[in-house]
């Protein structure tokens, strides 16, 4: 150590040596500072700072080493050849950039023990090499063991640099570890001085004439000085440059720097909305990349943010917002342009508008849009027809196959009606299976028959029920705008006459809007709410009709039929009333009324007189009906083998399993079930099998004509036939003279019902028997 000391003070000018120190501690922070900037980096620029970080070493560590040699002060003048000299700097920095690759980005012990050796070797490399790059006519001498000690304590140094920069934190970071590392290059390069003897050879060559190297010392260290600077500042700027990209490119919005229309800057985001790449954005004018909505200027002063459409290079166009602030950039009055892609929030308000107009299931115009649709051509004055549609026997199917299957359906007749509109037509669904079209432009009549005619036309095909279970028909109700309304509502409503008209009518067909039609609904719609509360007004009374025995004549029982007098209509025929009362449900109340009525005025007669009542198909639909008749004759003090309840076939084409239940419940309770209307409708030989009716009743228009049609004759014969194999008594309705009598009493029917033997009247109670009062 001491042998070191003496050679620094007594062969070196001192403050040669202060420099070469105070340029490698500069070289030392370097290092270190820039190893803290690339563990800040992505990988691939952080391999660009350790080359940078090796630089700065390399160039320091030489530095340091050709200042201190220009500062040996020895008997002989040195100069030093420029091929090695340079070869001695190319070596520090591999060997740096070596090192740094190994120590990786976590300083592991193992890494920072490689690394601290390698450094170590490329400054003992560095410095042999500068030895051997003197030009003097000596002959260099080392002490081995000396330089050995010195190369092992340099690299143990480094190694203990690397890891503390990796422990450490903060200052601490860069002062201990660049501290250390300045130990380590100034004790290798002293000790390896000191060890040093350098012997004159003649043989070498004469002697400098002197060193005229002082400009080399004054040149050497501004221009490393220059470097480890530049090196500093620019891993500054860098630093504050990336720093300031990353915050640009972490924003959500594209930002640009323009000026004179020009982009200056652009980030990641912006080129990222362009389809492009940032250094294409570079130089070019803004305005071919943007194009404000509103026909101004790309900066043009605005109240606040604007739309704008980009164009990609792909022909893509993506709706934008963009929004101008005047800043000062390199010095010079610019804009920067923020740009915010609106294209998802824009797709997202059209579908949640789409979702309001329209129907979610088929995607046709829902009952909003349609509506305003409506009063929009209704207010411009332009001639068109609405069609009204509703599909034939989809609730059947959607019952039958389920809701997929009907949601499916649906599917189809949308795509079937949008084929048969033109594309200045709306078709709209509003609700289930109902359907408004819009056809515009109608000169005539002829026009929407055409339409029509389409729409049916292609139902047929599509819609075989032969071969497709599950196909549908439809029905469609036309009103003409201004022909058969002006107003909208009116126009809608006589639309639906016309549709009630075409379902009345059989369905499947077309029907056009008249004054005629709209008077029939009227009425009806009027029948229909006074229906609902003729009960409570006491305008329903009920007159009976006696059954008879066909041969004697005797009473067996009467039955039990419903009349309306309307307070200013006057009496309405049952045939008139009682379809109306079951299509708006109705009848459930009223049917239940006439029960009890009819169990209650049968109760005061004679205990060998029935009453027989018809029960409706849709009051069987009710899980109560037993329990509602029960309670009607335990209410009267009736017995049940007194009534019979007079069904027809329809009961059982709903549901049969729960009809025929409801008929076991009721034949339970004791009444008699009497099957009404036989021979007509859907008269079938399973439901006499399938349910012991107590009674048979021949429906009355083959009664009618038994006179004169041998083909009736026969089928009351077949019936009495049946009845008499089956045990059950045969009923005639409706004999209405002599000859009608005989005739069915001739075929074996045993009990007969009609004008001939008493018209339908009410019933007083006058002493203890009973008489009819009118006729």
């Avoid at 934190?169 to 300045?182: D, G, H």
């Avoid at 610019?334 to 997202?348: F, G, N, P, Y």
């Avoid at 003090?637 to 076939?649: D, H, N, P, Q, S």
């Avoid at 045990?727 to 004999?735: F, H, S, T, Y």
Wanted: hydrophobic share 50%.
């Amino acid at each position: 150590m001491f042998k070191v000391l003496e050679c620094i003070s007594g062969e070196h000018d001192m403050r040669l040596v202060l420099l070469a120190a105070f340029v490698w501690i500069l070289g030392s922070a370097a290092i270190f500072l820039l190893l803290g900037r690339s563990l800040d980096c992505v990988d691939a620029r952080r391999r660009q700072w350790l080359a940078i970080a090796a630089l700065a070493a390399g160039v320091g560590v030489w530095a340091t080493h050709f200042i201190a040699m220009l500062a040996y002060r020895g008997a002989v003048p040195l100069r030093f050849a420029p091929g090695m000299t340079a070869t001695s700097v190319v070596i520090a920095i591999l060997a740096f950039w070596s090192a740094f690759l190994v120590l990786g980005r976590e300083f592991r012990p193992a890494a920072s023990g490689m690394a601290g050796l390698m450094a170590a070797i490329g400054v003992a490399a560095m410095h042999f090499a500068g030895m051997a790059a003197i030009d003097a006519p000596v002959a260099v001498q080392y002490d081995w063991p000396a330089i050995a000690a010195a190369f092992v304590l340099t690299a143990m140094i480094f190694v203990a640099a690397f890891w503390l920069f990796g422990k450490l934190k903060e200052k601490w970071r860069i002062l201990l570890p660049a501290s250390l590392a300045v130990a380590a290059v100034l004790l290798l390069h002293f000790t390896a001085m000191s060890a040093t003897l350098l012997v004159p050879d003649p043989a070498r060559g004469p002697p400098a004439a002197g060193t005229g190297d002082g400009w080399l010392v004054a040149a050497t260290v501004v221009a490393t000085i220059a470097l480890i600077g530049l090196v500093l500042i620019g891993a500054f700027l860098d630093r504050l440059l990336t720093d300031l990209r990353g915050l640009t490119d972490a924003t959500l919005e594209g930002l640009a720097v323009l000026s004179n229309g020009r982009i200056l800057e652009a980030n990641s985001q912006l080129a990222g909305l362009l389809g492009v790449e940032v250094p294409e954005l570079i130089g070019s004018r803004a305005a071919d990349w943007l194009v404000p909505a509103d026909g101004e200027g790309l900066v043009a002063t605005r109240d606040g943010p604007a739309e704008a459409v980009i164009r990609r290079t792909n022909g893509e166009e993506l709706i934008v917002e963009i929004a101008a602030h005047a800043i000062e950039y390199r010095g010079r009055r610019c804009q920067v342009l923020a740009v915010r892609d609106l294209t998802a929030r824009k797709r997202a308000e059209q579908l949640i508008e789409h979702l309001a107009s329209h129907d979610t299931l088929t995607g046709l115009p829902n009952r909003a849009r349609f509506t305003s649709a409506l009063e929009a051509l209704a207010r411009s004055g332009e001639h068109f027809a609405l069609l009204a549609l509703d599909l034939d026997r989809f609730k059947a199917v959607n019952d039958l196959f389920g809701h997929a299957a009907g949601d499916a359906i649906l599917c189809r007749v949308a795509a079937l009606l949008r084929d048969a509109i033109r594309d200045v037509d709306l078709v709209a669904r509003i609700g289930g299976d109902e359907f408004l079209i819009i056809q515009r432009g109608v000169g005539d009549v002829a026009d929407t028959q055409r339409l029509a005619e389409r729409i049916l036309a292609g139902f047929a095909l599509e819609m075989d029920i032969t071969r497709d279970p599950m196909a549908v028909g439809v029905s469609i109700g036309v009103a003409l705008f201004p022909g058969d309304a002006t107003d909208i509502e009116r126009l809608r409503h006589n639309a639906d006459v016309a549709l009630y008209r075409a379902k009345e009518c059989g369905r499947g067909q077309a029907c056009f809007f008249d004054l005629e039609m709209d008077r029939q609904v009227r009425e009806r719609r009027e029948l229909e709410h006074d229906l609902r509360h003729a009960i409570t007004r006491g305008q329903l009374h009920l007159v009976f009709q006696p059954l008879v025995a066909t041969a004697g004549g005797t009473v067996m029982g009467y039955e039990a039929l419903l009349r309306w007098t309307h307070p200013t209509r006057g009496s309405i025929a049952p045939e008139i009333f009682v379809p109306i009362a079951e299509d708006v449900g109705a009848i459930i109340p009223i049917g239940e009324w006439v029960l009890r009525e009819a169990c209650a005025a049968a109760a005061l007669w004679s205990d060998d007189v029935s009453v027989a009542v018809n029960v409706s198909a849709i009051q069987f639909q009710l899980p109560n009906l037993a329990a509602v008749v029960a309670d009607a004759l335990e209410t009267s003090g009736l017995a049940a083998a007194r009534l019979e309840l007079e069904v027809t076939e329809s009961v059982m084409l709903r549901d049969r399993a729960g009809a025929l239940d409801t008929l076991h419940r009721l034949k339970a309770l004791g009444v008699r079930i009497v099957m009404d209307d036989f021979g007509t409708g859907y008269s079938s030989l399973s439901n006499l099998q399938a349910f012991p009716f107590d009674k048979i009743k021949i429906d009355r228009s083959f009664v009618s004509h038994v006179t004169d049609d041998e083909s009736a004759r026969s089928i009351i014969r077949a019936i009495v036939g049946l009845g008499r194999s089956l045990d059950l008594p045969v009923v005639a309705e409706g004999v209405e003279t002599e000859a009608q009598r005989l005739m069915v009493l001739e075929e074996g029917c045993p009990q007969a019902q009609g004008f001939l033997f008493g018209r339908p009247a009410e019933f007083t109670l006058a002493g203890p028997r009973l008489r009819v009062v009118g006729g």
